[in-house]
């Protein structure tokens, strides 16, 4: 029987849940729900002095909004250093690490002589064999493992293929200060073990990293997990990510109004593909995800493709399902307390009639609270510059006969609307925009909105009429 497929993904809580970051999730996520395994959240968080609670709670939200939620209760790092020290004692006993006592001095002035004698600025191993006699009594001392010092270590990375470094270039690394605490890299190692993790897949930036870690697996007599390296995100440009690029925060994706499954398939699509497909579903990327197609070049965040992908999500979304969705998200915008405040069940029936012309002029949900705002405004109506324009001249003459015209309508839907507005054109010998336009300005205060039929029927005729009237002479 094979072993059950278990990812992880392990932030340091130092800053919010990046793009990369989140990406680094979704392919865990994505790999694990693939092969019906498990996806785990480790808080790597011993770093104390730099790591914080509003960080912590800023990754869970994050990961929460992007609905990569763990299958496990998260894994917080410095709460397992006792397991880790413990570890490091196995290693000492066995004979796998020993006591280092060089000062820090000492350490600096080997540094400095490799540098000058052209040599990698590495430890020199020289408490590596020593007996413990020679041990200055009372000295603080750091732990090291005991690193191979000959021949290659390899790894066989399911992204970068093999992956080779010679064994000369890799000191013996440190596993526990000489305070004690666990450094990282000893740390990583005993928690993927403990949580019987199968696959590392994260950055390619880690894969020096992978080195470290497979020789402490390796002196441990650990299995090593498979490694997979996943290529970095730079901006349009070729550049590092970086703020003007699109590094925010997941929590400024969602403020902008994006659809967490637009902005899974965004993710999805950085460094792995399927063929030609660029708007799919989650379920699809499940079904389709495996670490064969990730490519190995840096991939580019565009945020013009990332408008483009939501927006194909919320067209394809059901109007009742994208109205939720529009809720959900009015907490975040700047108008979303006012809205909030008058959806009554009236108000949705308005805002579902409404959808398909509003969504088919949103790439976000912030467009869409833009653009249903006429549904929201009060009596009278605040008329910006461009409208005030198109009810100029007899506009306002137009609008009265319009309003008696519409009160006579038998019902009240897109089809009748159309019909009655464009009868009541011909009947006058007028261009429809010579109607619309004015029509467009009175209904909506402005000269952009969704096809004024679709603003007529979801107002209905009673608000319809009586802003009609408003402006009217």
Excluded at 241 to 249: E, F, P
Excluded at 338 to 354: G, I, P
Aim: aromatic content about 8%.
């Amino acid at each position: 029987m094979s072993t059950p497929v278990i990812t992880r993904f392990a932030p340091s809580p130092t800053g919010f849940l990046h793009i990369g970051g989140a990406r680094t999730a979704l392919f865990n996520w994505l790999f694990a729900r693939h092969n019906g395994g498990k996806m785990l959240l480790r808080i790597e968080d011993t770093d104390r002095a730099r790591s914080t609670d509003e960080a912590i709670d800023a990754i869970i939200n994050g990961l929460a909004w992007l609905e990569l939620g763990a299958d496990e209760e998260p894994v917080f790092q410095h709460t397992r250093a006792d397991r880790h020290r413990e570890a490091a004692a196995q290693l000492l006993a066995d004979g796998r690490a020993y006591r280092c006592y060089c000062t820090p001095e000492e350490l600096a002035d080997m540094r400095e002589k490799a540098r000058q004698e052209g040599r990698p600025p590495i430890y020199d191993g020289r408490w590596r064999d020593r007996p413990a006699s020679d041990a200055p009594k009372d000295a603080p001392f750091a732990v090291r493992v005991k690193a191979p010092r000959e021949g290659q270590t390899v790894i066989d990375d399911l992204v970068q293929g093999q992956v080779t470094w010679s064994n000369s270039e890799l000191d013996d690394l440190i596993l526990l200060r000489s305070d004690g605490s666990p450094t990282y890299m000893l740390s990583v190692v005993v928690d993927d073990h403990d949580m019987g993790i199968t696959h590392v897949i994260r950055g390619d930036d880690h894969l020096t990293n992978a080195a470290r870690q497979a020789q402490i697996f390796d002196a441990l007599g650990w299995d090593r997990p498979q490694f997979a390296h996943i290529p970095l995100i730079h901006g349009p440009d070729g550049a590092k990510l970086s703020k003007r690029h699109g590094a925010l925060g997941v929590e400024a994706y969602r403020d902008m109004g994006y659809l967490p499954e637009a902005m899974r398939n965004y993710l999805v699509r950085l460094g792995w593909s399927h063929g030609n497909d660029e708007v799919f579903s989650t379920a699809q990327a499940i079904e389709w995800f495996g670490l064969d197609a990730v490519g190995r070049a840096a991939a580019r965040f565009d945020f013009a493709k990332l408008e483009s992908v939501n927006f194909e999500h919320m067209r394809n979304t059901p109007d009742e399902d994208l109205l939720e969705l529009l809720i959900a998200f009015l907490p975040f915008h700047d108008q979303g307390e006012r809205m909030l405040a008058k959806l009554d069940d009236a108000m949705r029936e308005k805002m579902v009639l409404a959808m398909p012309g509003l969504k088919e002029r949103a790439k976000t949900l912030s467009d869409l609270v833009t653009g249903a705002q006429f549904l929201f405004a009060e009596r009278p109506l605040a008329i910006d510059e461009k409208a005030a324009k198109m009810l100029e001249g007899d506009a306002r003459a137009i609008l009265a006969d319009l309003t008696t015209a519409l009160k006579q309508a038998e019902d009240w839907t897109v089809q009748s609307v159309d019909e009655t507005l464009r009868a009541f054109a011909e009947t006058r010998e007028l261009k429809f925009g010579k109607v619309a336009q004015p029509v467009r300005a009175a209904l909506t205060g402005t000269t952009a909105s969704p096809g004024i039929f679709d603003v007529m029927a979801a107002l209905g005729r009673e608000e319809t009429v009586a802003r009609l009237h408003d402006q009217a002479s």
